[in-house]
């Protein structure tokens, strides 16, 4: 029997059994005791059960929580929002009453990729006083560059390819049918959004690619910078478009770290911004410029 160990090498903590609270959130590995709650948006086409594995490994710190987005798994009945903005309201409201956080009260939000923008928008739709203290956005450009994306012209099918998900499918023909039928319903409410000038969150932001992301236009993450007034990171780590899936659990280490030291200086804490550069890289302390 395999023992599974957190990102530092000690053996993770036992998890209860996944558990679904209302339609529109899993606890892939229920840890009420941990101060914070990390809520994962999936990417286009994606189900929370691709956080399982981030589940598992952050056990130790964090509690997650991820969304479960309607028309596939086991939401296959449920309709999607017409819009985006319909869906940014809809899972603001099926959100709201958890954002108490673990048993510190602290919150955080990890999306990639259309989960990313998703993630943000949410924080942006959020009052003032109840945004997560930090907001994680993986793989995907900033929003106003959203619209000039590469991955606009792309269909399903390539998509699915360059995600890196087609190998985990390709075997069975109607898991095919299913992953395509879901990124199609996304990348539909996907082209009806529209970035609208607004004043940045005061969250903190920290955006993170992949060192072997095939999609050029989700690499560029200095343009997230503008969208915080709080501190600002960026960096690019292992992996390719996605970097939490079904099969690996993601940027285990660097959510750790991250976490760590917002606890350490306190939810919405004015630290100063930090820019890093590849995950080889040092990290330096800089203030943001506005």
Known sequence: MTTLTTAFGTPAPRTARPRVEGDWLLVPAPQPHRPVRLF?????????????PLARALAPVAEVWALRPPARGGRSRHAMPPDFDA???AVTEALTPHLTGGEGGRFAFYGQSFGALLAYEVARALPDDRRPELVVVAGAPSPA???ERETGNLDAAELLRLTGLEELVRADPDLVE???GAI???LAVSATYRHRPH???????????????PMPATTGLS??????????????????HLLATVDRPGPVGLLTSLLAKRQVSGPG?????????PASAPSSDTPKEH
Not at 228 to 240: C, D, H, I, K, L
């Open 40 to 52: 994962c948006f999936p990417h286009a086409g994606g189900d929370a059960t691709a956080y399982t």
């Open 87 to 89: 869906l940014v309201a």
């Open 145 to 147: 560059e959203w619209a």
């Open 178 to 180: 299913l992953a395509l």
């Open 184 to 186: 199609r319903t996304d």
């Open 199 to 213: 004043a940045p969150i005061g969250s903190a932001l920290h955006a993170l690619a992949g060192s072997d992301d």
């Open 223 to 240: 343009g997230w910078a503008a969208h915080t007034r709080g501190a600002f990171g960026q960096r690019v780590v292992p992996g390719g």
């Open 269 to 277: 804490s004015g630290s100063p911004s930090v820019h890093a550069g």
